[in-house]
């Protein structure tokens, strides 16, 4: 069956440390993948997103790396901040599941000052 | 501010209540959805609705019943619900259906007792 999971549930660094988050999606299939933060008491807020043809991706302090092979997917966020401090989801879509979303469970980021 | 808005926020109700919630996007989208997020549990879709017809019911029970009036527009009716109903309820817009990039609101944060 379908299952998105994150390795850790919870990850702590220390400000100005890179972190990185990570992902392992089960459907071969899945051809988007999505990240999402959320901070307490808010809705998940778009990070950034890959497509299957590639095998990375850069934003603005963030990184989305995607591995294929091993299904595996990561977030990487440099230089983290107090305010990145927030439960991160990853996310996958593909055809064969009329492109829903499937979120995995979460990994909760603490930035230690 | 990610130009959808839920209300309320937060919401307490009886078993024997009927309340409602109400999610509007001003981000000129075509699909609205709403998911369930529990603790320690991924995001659940419940509805999807796509140009105001309803195109996804993921097996949820008829005390929760969707409205749709049009693409900015979406509600959640609630009646005789459970305790194991209280959660935090989610609205998402996209501009497809396909649960790409979707957009969430805060949330509405719902305790039954």
């Known amino acids: 069956g379908e299952s998105v999971g994150l390795h850790l549930p919870t990850l702590s660094v220390q400000e100005g440390d890179n972190s990185i988050i990570n992902c392992a999606y089960s459907?071969?299939?899945?051809?988007?993948f999505i990240w999402y933060k959320q901070e307490s008491g808010k809705g998940p807020q778009f990070i950034i997103d890959?497509?299957?043809?590639?095998d990375k991706r850069q934003g603005q302090r963030v990184t989305v790396l995607l591995n294929k092979t091993v299904k595996h997917l990561s977030l990487q966020i440099a230089a983290t901040q107090p305010g990145d401090s927030a439960v991160y989801f990853c996310?996958?879509?593909?055809?064969?599941?009329?492109?829903?979303?499937?979120f995995g469970q979460g990994t909760t980021l603490q930035v230690k000052p | 501010e990610t130009g959808v808005t839920q209300t309320p926020r937060h919401l307490v109700m009886g078993m024997t209540n009927k309340k409602s919630l109400k999610c509007e996007q001003h981000?000129?989208?075509?699909?609205m959805y709403w998911y369930k997020q529990s603790a320690k549990k991924p995001l659940e879709l419940m509805f999807v609705?796509?140009?105001?017809?309803?195109?996804e019911n993921n097996s949820v029970p008829s005390r929760f019943s969707p409205e749709c009036p049009n693409s900015s527009h979406l509600f959640l009716h609630l009646h005789t619900l459970q305790p194991e109903d209280s959660a935090l309820y989610l609205c998402?817009?996209?501009?497809?259906?396909?649960?790409?990039?979707?957009?969430f609101g805060s949330g509405t944060q719902l305790s039954v007792l």
């Open positions: 981000l000129g989208h075509n699909a």
């Open positions: 996310a996958e879509s593909s055809p064969s599941n009329t492109g829903k979303l499937i």
């Open positions: 609705y796509s140009l105001e017809e309803r195109v």
């Open positions: 459907n071969s299939a899945s051809d988007y």
């Open positions: 890959i497509r299957s043809n590639m």
């Open positions: 998402a817009s996209s501009q497809g259906h396909r649960g790409e990039k979707l957009f």
